[in-house]
């Protein structure tokens, strides 16, 4: 798994200006448009005894708001040249908590102490997808998660099937959480504008009975394979993992393509390949 740069990188304070300098390595592109601003921190709704979380406050354009009007809030910060500045803006702002890590490294779980947290964060767009799903493997210790990212991602995770964006992302993120697109984001509410249009969404994990009881190896691996050969049939792109028999078995035409299944359907193909097994189980491993 792609992690972020080691944090001893070199310091990124201008020496003339005494600005930080934003690092390419870090994907650093920090929030300034004050109305958008505004409009996520009223997405977000922050109420009196919510844990808030936010992944990568930058130079503080949501961190602060949110501290105002909360009072309280923990942030993790992986490059520790912002860590001082973020410090000295929040001090009269309310309680801030500074974790200065690798986002995916954190035990979500383990900070949440037996409670739920609330996530916000401007993710890095180069490992967002990692984030995510490290985000949801603590989906229990999780009430909802406010992200913004680039668009095409958003497009990505909110795609139906049928959809040209429909694939991996949309499945695995659609049968753990609900996800709902809020805002676009333009290019010049930035600084330095990305080359890209961002978004906010707004993912909600599932409660314990609306979600799957298959094997999540299984399904991830289906997924990953029926959708790293998108083009061809489910019977072909699943050769080693699953049997023409056992797709049907699951309800499904194996001359289908994996992106016109809809997320439950991958669940029942699942069940089908753990109710009688796969004939190759060396090459299901991928």
Do not use: W
């Not at 004050?34 to 936010?54: C, F, H, N, T, Y």
């Not at 923990?74 to 490059?79: A, K, M, P």
């Not at 009975?209 to 299984?218: K, M, S, T």
């Not at 993992?241 to 809809?262: F, H, K, M, Y």
């Amino acid at each position: 798994m792609k992690r972020y740069p080691s944090p001893h990188a070199s310091p990124a304070i201008d020496s003339i200006t005494g600005r930080h300098v934003h690092k390419k390595q870090f994907g650093q592109h920090f929030l300034h448009d004050p109305g958008l601003i505004r409009r996520i921190v009223q997405a977000i709704a922050p109420k009196s005894g919510d844990r808030l979380v936010e992944i990568g406050p930058g130079e503080g354009a949501i961190t602060l708001p949110l501290l105002r009007e909360h009072g309280r809030l923990t942030v993790i910060e992986l490059d520790r040249d912002l860590i001082p500045r973020i410090q000295n803006a929040a001090r009269e702002a309310g309680e801030l908590e500074v974790i200065h890590a690798d986002v995916l490294t954190v035990d979500f779980s383990q900070l949440a102490a037996g409670g739920k947290l609330r996530l916000v964060g401007n993710l890095p767009y180069n490992i967002s997808s990692p984030i995510l799903f490290h985000c949801l493997d603590h989906a229990a210790a999780i009430s909802d998660m406010h992200f913004m990212l680039q668009k095409e991602v958003v497009d990505r995770m909110a795609a139906a099937p049928g959809s040209k964006v429909y694939g991996r992302l949309s499945v695995m993120l659609q049968l753990y959480s609900t996800v709902e697109p809020l805002l676009k984001v333009p290019p010049g509410a930035f600084n330095p504008p990305p080359k890209v249009d961002s978004a906010v969404v707004r993912l909600t994990p599932l409660p314990a009975e609306r979600r799957h009881d298959a094997d999540p190896g299984i399904i991830e691996r289906i997924v990953r394979h029926a959708f790293g050969q998108r083009r061809k049939t489910l019977s072909n792109a699943l050769q080693g993992v699953a049997t023409s028999t056992q797709i049907c078995a699951a309800g499904i035409d194996p001359r289908q393509r994996a992106e016109q299944l809809a997320p439950q359907e991958f669940v029942a193909l699942a069940k089908a390949v753990a109710a009688t097994g796969t004939d190759k189980p060396a090459n299901a491993a991928g």
